[in-house]
Structures are given as C-alpha cells and as structure tokens.
C-alpha cells in the first residue's frame, strides 16, 4: 500500500509562490511516475503536473506551464511542486498522485494524498 502525504499549502496573494511538498512510503518510490492534480469547488479534478520516474520527463497542463515546476529527490522519497506567479484561479485542493499516466486528454493516478488547500488572494 502507497501512503502519499502532502504538506505545503496555505494562503498567499496574486503573483506570490509556494512549494508544495509530497512525501511518499509503502513501495519503491523510483518506480512511480508521480504528479500533481488539483481540485476547485464546484469543479471537476484536473492534472497539474507529472515527472518521470528518474525526472528526466515533465509535463504541465497549460494553464500551469512557465509559472509551477515539479521535480523529485528518490533519495529523499518526495515529490515537490513550485509554484509561482499564483493567481486567483489557482485556488484549489491539491493532491499528490502517484503511479500517474499522462496523456493530453485525460490524465490518471492508482494513489493519491490526502490533499493540501492552496488560496490565493486577489
């Protein structure tokens, strides 16, 4: 069984950064493409972002892109999502997601996080 436990979140203003942060147990951490998927309310869970198992492979909805980079450290069993330059609309839950299969169209996970709010401020 995968534990995946986020921490991170909190409260910011428009154009300001957070990390968010996602520690993982119970397999083998190399072996899991892991992402990032966020929740709004009243909306749907959409992808965020994915890296490949040794992170030599990203990828990002455009709504994210130039503005969040995730990256990993499988020394350290964890999974980190930067973002910056916030804005309102990225107001959401966040959840960590491991075994992630990307596609364009629709991307999915077998593990999830227990999730983190992020608010940003106008």
């Known amino acids: 069984q995968v534990q995946l436990v986020e921490s991170g979140g909190g409260l910011v203003q428009a154009g300001g950064s957070l990390r968010l942060s996602c520690v993982a147990s119970g397999r083998t951490f190399s072996k899991s493409v892991m992402g990032w998927f966020r929740q709004a309310p009243g909306k749907e869970r959409e992808f965020v972002a994915a890296i490949s198992r040794f992170g030599t492979t990203t990828n990002y909805a455009d709504s994210v892109k130039g503005r969040f980079a995730i990256s990993r450290d499988n020394a350290q069993n964890t999974v980190h999502l930067q973002m910056n330059s916030l804005k309102p609309e990225d107001t959401a839950v966040y959840y960590c997601?491991?075994?992630?299969?990307?596609?364009?169209?629709?991307?999915?996970?077998?593990?999830w996080g227990q999730g983190t709010q992020v608010t940003v401020s106008s």
């Open positions: 997601a491991g075994d992630v299969r990307y596609s364009s169209i629709q991307s999915v996970a077998d593990y």
